[in-house]
């Protein structure tokens, strides 16, 4: 059975720091792409970065670029995402997600998803 658990949310001023972590387990990861992804009260899940587990290639959404990074430990089977400059608009719950590398970026709704964290950013 396929697990994965977020941990890392939070509440923090804007221009300040969070970082993310996810914990996947129940099964191997290799063609996979591991993602975040974050949902704002009212709004749909919006993609925000991923990462594939197999070579470490990133990408990420134009509104983060610059600001977060996500990375991944094969050992551990953790990723992260390293959240630095926080804004209001950052604030939302953000889920972590794992599916095949053959599903498109952008898909909100297809993989293994985590329960959420809440983060919120204050002005």
């Known amino acids: 059975q396929v697990q994965l658990v977020e941990s890392g949310g939070g509440l923090v001023q804007a221009g300040g720091s969070l970082r993310l972590a996810c914990v996947a387990s129940?099964?191997?990861?290799?063609?996979?792409?591991m993602g975040w992804f974050r949902q704002a009260p009212g709004k749909g899940r919006e993609f925000v970065a991923d990462?594939?587990?197999?070579?470490?290639?990133?990408y990420y959404a134009e509104s983060v670029k610059g600001r977060f990074t996500i990375s991944r430990d094969n050992h551990e089977n953790t990723f992260y995402l390293q959240m630095n400059n926080l804004k209001p608009e950052d604030t939302g719950v953000y889920y972590c997600?794992?599916?095949?590398?053959?599903?498109?970026?952008?898909?909100?709704?297809?993989?293994?998803w985590g329960q959420g964290t809440q983060v919120t950013v204050s002005s």
């Open positions: 990462i594939s587990w197999v070579n470490g290639n990133t």
């Open positions: 997600v794992a599916r095949p590398s053959t599903i498109p970026r952008l898909d909100s709704t297809f993989g293994y």
């Open positions: 129940g099964r191997t990861f290799s063609s996979y792409r």
